[in-house]
């Protein structure tokens, strides 16, 4: 198969420049070496010498594998499972949202205008995303395509969005979006132009992607099968795909599973806690042993001397071999010279929970969570709490502005420009400068926050920095993800509700 031969090459490769890298430069060997690691003579790392290579060097011919153990640790480790999800539901919750943000000023247009602008565009992107005909399958909305994609980093390492264009007849646009998984990105198997730079299905031409390999629908991916080329950008430059990952390392041309650090840590986890789970469970019933100073086995006992219950009748005794498992009440009647000896297995293990905490903070420190988030356990302080939350949510906010630059307001862009387009939204000089575009298309995103632990501290905290001006309104209303606009139009809506009737002499109440 064309992975493995990948996978091949590449090892030949690294064991080649390491090879080519050791002969050619001066190695320290003793007491004197610079990095103390690298000294032969020290016996921690005497035979520590890991391959060396690029990104794609050690991820490409591994990709299958990690992307098979991290699928099989969601299905079937509720750890695991739970991890990805605490991450789907603080980083995506019920969906990101955008907010319109047009600079009129630099644009020359009226405020008037681009407040309009504002509310159409944020209104035909919540009519038109807001339900199934954002996907291209017409299954999922814009906020579980976030959750998904979210979902494939932690599994597969990346996917792919392809911008599709339909006709339905209950669509305010005609776009859509695809999202294929990371596993259909693959080599083709028909025989390639030699300068042709494939890398696990992501076509290279002078180092930058400009195409896409996929599989063929119900394509069995163990098996050679059809793929077809899906450019990244259409005939008139404008972009068609998205590859969405994250690149941690120069030069990595898929992603890596997130989970791949604590794959073997979450396995070994789950099959110490399934032992000792089985082992309470044995443990449970009571055992024991009858031996004998002449010999002989239970098949040479009689099976009048093998039980009598408390009526003195015949009990339920099943034997197998030398093995008696016996019904409850059930007294065994001992020969002449034997005797009973009970088992004592020392289970559950006083030592299993300290244990499990510990590997669980590794994982935790894998993931970026500390423990009590991960396992949604808080038996602290209100001060060590807090702490734990506020450091989930620097990896929760990182993760989400990865997402909200891959694919929010990429997917944000094509729909506002199809809009724009099709004469929905007035916005001159859209299609005529890049840099008047970008400024249309300048968009905060804003999803569902921390919540607070002790509300009345937080409001109090609040009211001083916005006296003390640290902060502002607008900053703390939309941190709590909301929209700052929508909210004063609600509060001016609700303050002329219960403004004073001049005629009636008092406020206007609800009936």
């Known amino acids: 198969m064309r992975y493995l031969v990948n996978a091949a090459q590449a090892r030949a490769r690294m064991k080649a420049a390491r090879t080519e890298a050791w002969d050619s430069f001066p190695v320290f060997r003793g007491p004197d070496a610079p990095y103390r690691s690298t000294s032969r003579e020290n016996s921690a790392t005497a035979a520590w010498f890991p391959s060396s290579g690029s990104a794609d060097d050690a991820l490409l011919g591994s990709m299958r594998t990690l992307r098979d ?22 980083v995506v919750s019920d969906g990101l949202r955008p907010q319109s943000r047009v600079d009129h000023k630099l644009l020359g247009v009226t405020e008037k205008r681009a407040r309009k602008f504002e509310q159409m565009a944020e209104t035909i ?54 999202l294929i998984d990371g596993a259909r990105l693959r080599n083709p198997d028909r025989n390639l132009d030699p300068k042709v730079d494939v890398r696990e299905g992501v076509e290279f031409r002078n ?8 599989a063929k629908p119900g394509a069995n991916l163990f098996l050679g099968t059809e793929t077809v080329r899906v ?8 972009p068609l795909a998205l590859h969405i990952f994250q690149q941690r390392l120069i030069g990595q041309s898929r992603g890596e599973p997130l989970l791949a650090p604590i794959i073997e840590k979450f396995k070994q986890i789950s099959r110490y806690s399934e032992a000792e789970i089985a082992a309470a469970v044995i443990n449970a019933y009571y055992s024991m042993f009858i031996t004998t100073e002449t010999g002989g086995t239970f ?27 016996a019904t409850k009440g059930t007294i065994v009647e001992l020969l002449p010279n034997e005797k009973v000896i009970t088992a004592a297995p020392g289970r559950p293990n006083s030592n299993y929970d300290p244990f499990v905490q510990a590997v669980i903070k590794q994982i935790g420190i894998g993931l970026g969570l500390p423990y009590e988030v991960l396992t949604q356990h808080f038996q602290s302080s209100y001060s060590a709490a807090r702490g734990a939350i506020l450091e989930a949510w620097k990896a929760f906010k990182a993760r989400r502005a990865w997402l909200v630059s891959a694919f929010c307001q990429p997917v ?49 905290a609040h009211e001083v920095d916005v006296r003390n001006g640290f902060d502002s309104r607008r900053s703390i209303v939309e941190g709590r993800g909301r929209d700052f606009d929508k909210l004063m139009r609600e509060l001016e809506e609700e303050k002329s509700f219960f403004a004073p009737n001049p005629e009636k002499g008092a406020q206007s109440k609800p009936t």
């Open 207 to 214: 180092g930058a992607p400009v195409a896409f390999h996929v």
């Open 125 to 178: 992107f919540e009519m038109h995303m807001g339900s199934d005909t954002a996907d291209f399958h017409e299954t999922a909305s814009f906020p579980l395509l976030q959750a998904q994609v979210l979902r494939a980093a932690f599994l597969d390492g990346d996917s792919l969005a392809v911008r599709r264009i339909s006709k339905r007849s209950n669509a305010v646009l005609p776009i859509s979006i695809q």
């Open 69 to 90: 153990q991290s699928r099989d640790l969601d299905r079937n480790e509720g750890l695991a499972r739970g991890a990805i999800e605490n991450y789907v539901t603080n």
């Open 412 to 460: 944000w862009e094509w729909v506002i420009a199809d809009a724009v387009r099709a004469g929905m939204l007035d916005a001159p000089g859209f299609f005529e400068s890049p840099l008047k575009r970008k400024l249309w298309l300048r968009t905060q995103w804003c999803g569902s926050e921390m919540e607070s632990i002790d509300p009345l501290k937080d409001a109090k």
């Open 231 to 238: 450019p990244r950008f259409d005939a008139d430059g404008e």
């Open 299 to 325: 098949g040479n006992r009689s099976q009048a001397h093998l039980s009598r219950d408390d009526q003195g009748t015949s009990s339920e005794v099943e034997r197998r071999s030398n093995t008696i498992e």
